[in-house]
């Protein structure tokens, strides 16, 4: 992507998805951080840079940091997320929620970049099936006999082994 958004596609709010993902860095932390969607509807907000070190002292002492950087890449990474920090006014915020900076031209267009990945990604995957899947190919008696005697499995698959 060359060109960056010139117009504000307005607040992009949570879906259930993205407020299961913002509970579950909640869960992990001694007390709820406001920065995060508590409900569908509520707008998803681009963290502050640094955000990490205010929230990382916040872990229960018994949660590994390990799990509340999963959870928070996880809420990070989201599509949704990518498309608030897009937005040509979007700001940065604080852990209570209060817009802090605006972000850079620079991650407002990573950001887009991402999120034209992301489509692309989605276009070559292949659609679910809808369809039943055909059977699987035929197999000789002598075949059949071998897979059941090496536990279903075909002499092709047990030489290759």
């Given at each position: 992507m060359e060109e960056p958004w010139m117009t504000n596609r307005g607040p992009i709010v949570a879906m259930a998805l993205d407020v299961k993902k913002a509970?579950?860095?909640?869960?992990l932390l001694v007390r709820?951080?406001?920065?995060?969607?508590?409900?569908?509807?509520?707008i998803i907000r681009p963290f502050a840079l640094g955000l990490w070190n205010d929230i990382r002292p916040l872990l229960k002492p018994d949660m590994p940091v390990m799990s509340l950087r999963r959870a928070t890449s996880a809420f990070?990474?989201?599509?949704?997320?990518?498309f608030a920090c897009a937005q040509p006014d979007s700001m940065r915020h604080?852990?209570?929620?209060?817009?802090?900076?605006?972000?850079?031209?620079?991650?407002r267009l990573a950001a887009q970049e991402r999120i034209a990945a992301?489509?692309?990604?989605?276009?070559?995957?292949?659609a679910p099936a809808s369809e039943?899947?055909?059977?699987?190919?035929?197999?000789?008696?002598?075949?059949?006999?071998?897979a059941s005697l090496l536990g279903g499995r075909k002499l092709?698959?047990?030489?290759a082994r």
């Open positions: 509970e579950a860095i909640n869960t709820r951080i406001d920065i995060l969607p508590s409900k569908p509807g509520d990070l990474h989201s599509k949704r997320y990518y604080d852990m209570a929620g209060n817009p802090i900076e605006p972000l850079s031209a620079e991650d992301l489509k692309q990604t989605q276009a070559k995957s292949p039943p899947k055909s059977p699987p190919p035929a197999s000789s008696k002598a075949e059949l006999i071998r092709s698959d047990r030489v």
